[in-house]
């Protein structure tokens, strides 16, 4: 029994399950030298971790050069993006993305100035760096994952375990696609001194560089540099690995290798192997040695719809609609895919504008005849072809029977979470069943349910806290309050009664005077702001009330009012109107207003106003609560020192003494508690035509408190009350209009 | 008449036999606590919104345990109360609330409006608001449940329910929603 | 403008289900040229006939159901059932058996299930057994190998006898042998014989199996078997089940045959008689009503396999395969079940 790492250097192929061989197509671009492209106008540089862990270091208007970091970040994973060439930061915004939703991202838009100017790149000499510092360098040039999944490079450079087997990623499977060929084939040196800073890195037992047989000129250039180099040809081989999509994904390549499968759910890291792809390999190389951040890259434009297919060097932030312009775009727009990617795992582009990305290995540009057309989806026939071209080994068709269904669990339950989107079983499919668009519709759904069952959690946990938070804080108030009961209980039996009513006498006169000289002292901004407050205030009831009557929300109860929604219909459009109102004075006197209050207040004075509002909105509470024990609570709430003697109609109960004390609020609250004394003796009493009656003995009941009030409060009162009775009249008509 | 004796006293020591494995099974196989009620309580939504009834997700998980109707959650959706009825084994029935609320939404916090009256902090289930007396609230919108009750208590109106953008890492593959982009032929950006 | 959007992958195989049904329907050719050489002119028009009314039936009952009907007439689905339902029935059964049984595959058994890839059962033979338990006395008159008849049937007589045009007597007559016995299939032949106490030597020196397997069935196998072949060359099917079923006659009928010589029938026999070929390659592999996974087919051929055989040496029917096929119908969603491959990454069977 030989090794694995044995096995490797004899050159142990293994079969990986299923795979297709789809028209390769790739020699419309593997036949040119990789050209440099125009420079564009205009580069779209997404940001996205900008926010989430990592700052942004450039100012709208900022002018940036070519390399310049545009983020920084703390943290490990942060990746950095640079700017691809010279210019001026012209935006910072949400822009479509190079994704298949083309959902907008933060990007920033450059606008190049056509110098091209770049940082001070800083070569340095490998020898001399440790490897921290190497990391360093390759977190701060941004190199992601090139293959296209962008995964961070210094992450995965830095694992916890020992890498044994470092798999170097040429093999390049997708039809069409040609830029790690071409990369290998023009910069094979710099791809290995890549390789050796990786070596250097993790120190493996073997790297092995896997190449698919169908590009020979690759392999051999990557033969000769290999000889060249440094790297002990025991430990560095090339690998030529037979011709089948999908052999270039981790999980298969892995095992085409050494025979071993990555466990699910876990990366290669676990069982000590690593994967690189050729052009990040490339990248590492540029940014160790020379200094040179990620800002551009191989990517094949290719397709029968190109007028120039090839493979270009791209800055990363182009935005796609150059290249079509470049590159001669022959198709409509309105017939034909963009695709990023390859014609098996790529996406179609729903937005021309969006950029280049450090993914973007190719922009394919196919003729309606190259690419399936749009087919009809038939019913599945369970032949199973599916099953058999599955790199996975799962059951395409179970899960698409499932899927379909949106029986998520079914399908996860068939190991959905496996499924590598490579779209072997779509391409198969007899019946033109779209099972990866299935499966990826699926995921997401499971995704958002997994979400939501940790908020779920969550909050239920939060909830549960809160619960135990009141429960205590609700004991600790008993036992404070049992506390206070007992030395109440105990100064009682002490001390004179007399003299506790007396304490409590004065306390209750002192509670009085503060509250008086707190009013007369407040300034006037004061009052202003309290004065908003309460038009707000007025204004969110009404919008509530007006929704509540809008559903038409019956109040069922016995002593209610005869019709509580119009009267507070009547209030709301008070309260409406005294807000108009106030803002129409505060902003254009001439604005329109047409109730009968609004005359009221227009001439009055902001704090009668404000009065009224807190007025009506206590009364509407009172009206909302329905019952005479929450009015009296209210009062008292409100102002215990206030006279509750003033509205004996009211407090029919009220045994509170009479302070002698009568302030301005006392008197505004007086006439509040008229208007609403008036209220209820309109609602709750039978007999309409004494309602103006009640309203007139009410006002006049009152002449005794007012004489002791200056003039100007006195109108105050008299207004208040006055809205109060023009309300209340209202209401009285609507209620006969409704008889 | 020996066949009837024969046949009484197989039967009666057939039951015994049976008897005692049923006890025995009983004490056995004992299932601790009510795990329906927690059964239900996990396929609840758990937005504590009351909207139930009940004072949160789990008294009404209790509730239906002992029988009440499943029909009483608005936030966890047609979805939800057939996966209950499929627990519970009854019938589903449709919603009692009318179902427009599909799209999950959180509570959004008009600051500058705000007067720090601190109400919807009492009200919010599970303490995602974040302020103090007359000073601005905000919504911590990972904990918001979108549950609703903060709204109504607000004097000056501010609180608003948003919808959750959808973004890149959320986005649910429907490719047939995506509007179809004008493109102009404008060689600027 | 609007954009094409749409999922990976953006290229495809261009075989589609229309292409994999004309097919297997190609190779069936073969087969049905057999069995017209040896036994006339009905399986053609029973084969036509079957066509026609699967097509019109297909049609209308798209109609009611509101689905459009082009593409799923021209998927040759309802062709194909036609095909077997018109093979397995006897030549010479009237014209109203083929009717019914062919509106009650398309209609009953494929669309009352929710159509093509919906239903349980394959819809030829659930079809072929309610015929031949309503009907048992159509659905056993096979006619006699040309060769061996006492008055060769042709075209016209042929019609005479589907359409009704023929008095039961006057048929009598074609289904004489030349020897005047009347005759059943092969198969059919050895069960009468053996509970009538004969043994396989005795039984097997009748006319019939002058040429040592039954005159004229053991080519209209070998002809499937060709057509079999073809697909499984042509990649239409996939050879588990196929194997599966042939795999599970022989070893059964081996043993069998190797402990009693006297009273079972050799394996060879049992393979080219009948419709053993017919329904190995071309009924069992039906995939809609098949197991799915590569272990799954294999289970389900060695069930049918086992069943036909079962049912033909010990049950009550000279041939079983409808029995067979039908039954392990029922279990493929079980086979599925129980045999999940194991997928990448993952330890075994989850």
Redesign the interface.
Known sequence: MLTLLEQVDKGTLWRS?GGIH??ELKTLSSKTTIANFPLA??F?IPIPQVGDSALLRIKKGERVVKGQALTAGTSFAHCAVHAPTSGTITAIEQL??N?????P?LSC?LTADGQDESIETITSDLSTLDNQQILKLIQNAGIAGLGGAAFPTHIKLSPVSDIELVIINGIECE?YITSDDRLMQEYSDEIISGIAIIERLLTPKRIIIAIEDNKPEAIEAMQHSLNRSELSSDNVRITKVPTKYPSGGE?QLI?ILTGQ??????IPAQLGMLVQNVATAYAIQDAVINGQPLISRVVTVTGLNCETPGNYWLPIGT?V??IL?TSGFKG????????I?G???????????APVLKGTNCI?L?STEE??P???E???????EC??VC?????P??LFWHAQAEEYDKAAS??LH?CI?C?CC???????I?L??YY??AK??L??QS??KK??????Q??D???QRLEDEKLARETKAREAAARRKNSMASADKNVVAEAMARMKAKKAAQSNTADSVAPAPVQDKKAQ?AA??A???A??ASATTATDHPVGSDDVEVDPIDDKKAKINAAIARAKAKKAQQNNPSAKTSAPDVQVNAVDEKKAKVAAAIARAKAKKQLQADGDKTQEKVLVDNDTALATNTVPNTNKESTETTLAADTKKARIAAAVAKAKAKKQSLTSDDTEATNPNAVANDSSTDPAAESALSPAEIKKARIAAAVAKAKAKKAQAKLEEKE | MSGIVIAVVVLTILALIFGILLGFAAEKFKVEGDPLAEQV?AL?????CGQCGYP???PYAEAIANGDKINKCPPGGTATMEKIADLVGVDPEPLNATEEIQEKKVAYIRED?C?GCTKCIQAC????ILGSGKLMHTVITD?C?GCDLCV?P????CIDMLPIE???K??????NA?PV?Q?QED??? | ?????????????Q???Q??MRRVILCALPGIAAQYYFFGWGVLIQVLLAIAVALLSESIVLKLRKRPIK?TIS?N?AVLTALLIGVSLPSIAPWWIVVIGTLFAIVIVKHLYG????NIFNPAMAAYVMLLISFPVQMTSWSVPLSLAQTPMDLGLTLQAIFGAMTPEQLNIYKLGFDGIAMATPLDTVKTDLSLGLTITESLSKSIFSDGYGVGWFWVNVAYLLGGIAMLKLKVI?WQISVGVIAAIFVCSSFDYLLSPDTHIGPLLQLFSGATMLAAFFIATD??T?A???RG?LIFGALIGVLVYVIRTYGGYPDAFAFAVLLANLCAPFI?YYV???????RSG?
């Not at chain 1, 499968?261 to 876990?266: L, N, R, T, W, Y």
């Not at chain 1, 409509?332 to 695709?339: A, F, N, P, T």
């Not at chain 2, 609840?44 to 504590?48: E, G, K, R, S, V």
């Not at chain 2, 959320?170 to 490719?175: A, E, G, M, R």
């Open positions: 399950h789809p028209p106008s205009h779209i479509p993305s994704h298949a939703s083309g959902l991202v838009v039809p999980k095992q499968e990555v466990p699910s759910g876990a935005q609609q150059h312009q409509d727009l309105s017939q034909d895919k963009i695709i990617g014609p098996m795992m790529g996406h179609s582009l729903p937005d021309v504008t394919l196919p690419i399936a749009d087919q009809q038939m019913p599945c026939i369970r032949c199973g099953a058999v790199p996975a080994l799962l059951l068709q179970q068939f190991n496996d989107e779209g779509s391409y198969v499919c007899p019946s033109d779209p990866v668009e990826r519709v997401s759904a995704r958002t979400e939501e908020q779920a959690d969550l909050a239920k939060r909830f806290a809160r619960q407050i707000a205030i204004r969110a009831k919008k509530k | 309580e609840l939504p758990q937005t504590q949160g997700c789990k409006e007067i289930p599970v303490d995602a904990y449940t109504a607000c004097p000056v109106d959808q973004t890149t959320t986005w649910n593959w429907q490719l995506i982009k493109v060689p600027q950006c | 403008m609007a954009f094409k959007l749409a999922s990976s992958p953006h290229l495809k195989v075989l589609q289900t292409s994999v593409p998927d689905s159509g093509l890839g919906q996939r995939p809609v098949a799915t996974s590569v087919r599925d999940k491959p194991r997928s990448y990454g993952h989850n």
